[in-house]
């Protein structure tokens, strides 16, 4: 079990006696404790995915990876993908993440990373994976984005979207894709 958050339930202290950012990671007979003191570089998590025994967290400079009683750090230099917050993270294809970050999207492949050039310099406000890894991505200031394959359509407000700030999307069990905006209310569409 991995519980996130600054109180575990044996919280680690400072010299000061201050609560640290805290990771505890249960493995059926202790917890195992791990912090700023002796790697942990964030509080903020952000997201998490999980995937068979594998669990990806995103914070505000990285990521982590969770497998086998072992925690890795993932940085940009490690992943070639410009992290700065990862915001949120779904399952695309069978053995790869699409995250949606501060800065736009990027996929990781195993344990190698891609920025999309398409959305990059945006923030990704939603995203959702739908049947055969259709790929839905709203963003803050340039609506949506729907991926099929390998190409990229843009619908803003020019083509009836009530707002281009998207903060949330849903698929649901019809197909109709649910719209959430920052600013204006919510729409649906019928792909």
Not at 26 to 52: C, M, P, Y
Not at 90 to 101: C, E, F, I, R
Not at 125 to 141: M, P, Q, S, Y
Not at 145 to 164: A, K, M, Y
């Amino acid at each position: 079990m991995l519980l996130l958050g600054r109180r575990s339930p044996a919280t680690v202290k400072d010299r000061h006696a201050v609560p640290l950012p805290t990771i505890s990671i249960w493995d059926g007979k202790k917890i195992r404790n791990i912090t700023a003191q002796n790697g942990l570089r964030s509080e903020n998590v952000h997201s998490l995915f999980a995937r068979g025994d594998v669990v990806w967290a995103g914070t505000r400079q990285f990521m982590f990876r969770f497998e086998g009683g072992r925690l890795e750090f993932l940085d940009d230099e490690v992943m070639g993908v410009e992290f700065e917050t990862v915001n949120m993270m779904a399952g695309y294809k069978s053995d790869s993440l699409v995250l949606g970050t501060s800065t736009g999207l990027a996929f990781i492949d195993g344990r190698t990373g891609r920025d999309d050039p398409e959305i990059y310099g945006d923030q990704v406000g939603a995203l959702v994976v739908g049947k055969g890894n259709d790929l839905w991505v709203g963003t803050d200031t340039r609506g949506l984005f729907h991926r099929e394959g390998d190409r990229w359509v843009n619908l803003t407000t020019d083509h009836g979207l009530p707002s281009n700030n998207v903060s949330a999307l849903l698929l649901d069990r019809q197909g109709a894709l649910w719209i959430g905006t920052a600013d204006a209310g919510l729409a649906r569409y019928l792909p």
